[in-house]
Nanobody, 122 residues
């Protein structure tokens, strides 16, 4: 399985971005997938996930209602729609996948994209 993340950039506070994660090697619907992020000097943290059957959850509370995860089967791609962005959302965003476990723990994910930088200016 290979994951290719893209779509990051510089945006003003209150703006929106959509990140993409192109999947190859398996279908996006056969994978449990998630987005993580890592800010400078901080641990990589779970943001949001979608299971093989389409169940969604997000964490931390600070992204709920602002971030949405989705997938496009024909394009075999995972998305992260980020709205009402805040400076504290600034981080490198990573897509991740596994085939068996529904989890928030980064150690449970076997496949990782290379990361895409999101910078939110105030």
């Amino acid at each position: 399985v290979q994951l290719q993340a893209s779509g990051g950039g510089l945006v003003q506070a209150g703006g929106s971005l959509r990140l993409s994660c192109a999947v190859s090697g398996r279908t996006v619907t056969s994978l449990n997938m998630a987005w993580f992020r890592q800010a400078p000097g901080k641990e990589r943290e779970f943001v949001i996930r979608i299971t093989r059957v389409g169940s969604r959850s997000s964490y931390p509370d600070t992204v709920k209602g602002r971030f949405t995860i989705s997938r496009d089967s024909p394009k075999n791609t995972l998305y992260l729609q980020m709205n009402s962005l805040k400076p504290e959302d600034t981080a490198t965003y990573y897509c991740a996948a596994n085939t068996e476990v529904v989890a928030h723990d980064r150690d449970e994910y076997d496949y990782w994209g290379q990361g895409t930088q999101v910078t939110v200016s105030s």
